[in-house]
């Protein structure tokens, strides 16, 4: 099976942490329980949709993830813990909860059978504040409670080189970090690369509060570089767990952008193209140079040193801005915040590319590497203003696939979007190297409560998310139903 399903709209997240099951299961290798733990249950639930030894079910000797692990394996589980903070509402919306990467965890022990390392790692946004995240997620008493209770390799790691604060008066300040403790291999994927065709662009490629010229070290005529973090090279299985949400530059967020928490550096990930459409770039529509300038302040305010400029300059944008209560702009888009974003989409599918075909040495082969699973946890998933400050969604849904491109194709259906228009997944189905999804769209399948195809998931578990502003319109379903 492609795809499996779990659906539960009332369904939600154990906050019993360490987020022991609720029942002593028959494989179980712990004996500790919560009072209430529904979550684990569906992630068994889940397993046995996806076939994964459902021989040996509720039996002692059940291996779900045996399929994927061996002994003496590296297993990366990869969450996303964005940031410790979300503006518009809670935390569960925003990050991958705690109880489903403990359920997923034990199952990675079992298969492991003592021998082997886990690393859980994620690259969460600059400002993040990691051992706060880590913290609201539980994932210190999860890991307190293994290396009191287990003798496996299991480790915790930011896979960030630094984090950034931004100054009130401009600047980023910047704390180096420990990093991988793997180190980091530079990705170059040249002409495999989904930029190949677009090198003379690298001067207008940008990431927000990152110093462009920095960026530049990595995308030029010569290079398209990505600074992979050592772990996930060097893993023999990763186990993706997205939260699912929209996303201001993507449109959506699951199994795909999830990739992005693998790099060490973000200054090498291109999330849009400086300017207008007509003017080459993908920043927003039209071209508009109260834009131009209140852009070319933002990159001056985050790359200063000198506290009184970036006050002046700060003073500046902020005047540039308040011009559209007076004269409005043509459109209301800004750093690549809007369905013409077609920048991030490539750089995306070429972060997949690495985790599925590049060796342990960072060379891209031509069959896949390392074995790869994906679990989306949208129990709580976020819409509008996601992926740094989504609203609430209630889904009681969890999805799980080896291919995270037909996982993401069921997630864009639940979500009530359509994935001809989500411009991430137009590349991944059409990448000019390395087929992403080995099949034709329309033949995925999808075990959920019955055996489905993928048309038929929208009026079978369809939620209809609200997109980000900047998509609203422009990726929905249409009115007629299902779009191929």
């Given at each position: ?27 179980c ?58 503006p ?7 990050i ?40 609201i ?17 299991l ?42 065709g ?50 201001r ?28 459409q ?103 998933a ?16 969890l ?31 059409h990448a ?53």
């Amino acid at each position: 099976m492609d795809v499996a399903i779990v659906q539960d709209l009332d369904l939600d997240y154990c906050r019993e942490i360490p987020f022991h099951p609720s029942k002593r299961y028959p494989e179980c290798p712990f004996e500790h329980q919560s009072a209430k733990n529904r979550v684990y249950d569906a992630i068994r639930t889940l397993f046995l949709r996806l076939g994964l030894d459902g021989t040996h079910y509720n039996m002692p000797s059940w291996n779900p993830l045996g399929q994927y692990i061996s002994p003496g394996d590296s297993v990366v589980i990869k969450p996303n813990l964005v940031r410790h903070y979300n503006p518009a509402g809670g935390i569960e919306e925003q990050i991958t909860h705690g109880s489903v990467i403990r359920s997923v965890l034990d199952y990675a022990y079992i298969a492991l059978q003592g021998q082997g390392i886990i690393t859980i790692g994620d690259a969460p946004v600059q400002s993040c504040k990691f051992e706060e995240v880590i913290r609201i997620a539980g994932l210190d008493q999860v890991i307190k409670y293994y290396h009191e209770n287990t003798e496996i390799n299991l480790r915790l790691v930011d896979f960030r080189k630094w984090a950034g604060y931004p100054r009130k008066c401009g600047g980023i300040q910047q704390e180096e970090l420990d990093g991988d403790p793997e180190g980091y291999t530079l990705v170059n994927l040249g002409d495999y690369s989904e930029f190949t065709g677009l090198n003379d662009d690298y001067q207008k490629f940008r990431v927000t509060n990152y110093d462009k010229c920095q960026m530049q070290r990595y995308h030029n005529t010569d290079a398209h570089s990505y600074v992979i973090a050592n772990s996930c090279l060097q893993a023999d299985v990763i186990i993706n767990l997205p939260k699912l949400k929209t996303h201001r530059k993507a449109g959506m967020t699951g199994a795909l952008k999830n990739m992005v928490g693998i790099i060490g550096s973000k200054d090498c990930l291109p999330h849009h193209r400086v300017g207008s459409q007509n003017e080459g770039g993908d920043e927003y529509l039209h071209k508009d140079t109260r834009k131009r300038i209140a852009t070319h302040l933002s990159e001056a305010i985050d790359t200063t040193d000198k506290h009184w400029l970036a006050c002046l300059q700060s003073t500046a944008r902020l005047l540039t801005h308040a011009t559209k209560y007076v004269l409005p702009h043509r459109d209301d888009y800004y750093e690549g915040s809007w369905y013409g974003n077609d920048t991030i989409p490539r750089t995306i599918v070429d972060l997949n590319k690495i985790i599925k075909f590049a060796d342990k040495n960072g060379i891209l082969q031509l069959i896949p590497q390392r074995q790869n699973l994906t679990i989306v946890d949208a129990i709580i998933a976020g819409e509008k203003e996601g992926p740094l400050e989504p609203s609430p969604k209630p889904c009681g849904t969890l999805i799980a696939g080896e291919n995270p491109v037909a996982v993401d194709l069921v997630c864009s259906q639940i979500m009530g979007f359509d994935y001809s228009r989500i411009p991430t997944l137009i590349h991944a189905t059409h990448a000019h190297t390395h087929t992403m999804l080995t099949k034709a769209i329309e033949e995925v399948t999808i075990q959920a409560d019955d055996i489905i195809p993928l048309h038929e998931v929208y009026a079978a578990y369809g939620v209809n998310f609200t997109p980000t502003l900047g998509w609203e319109g422009h990726i929905e379903r249409s009115s007629q139903g299902f779009k191929s």
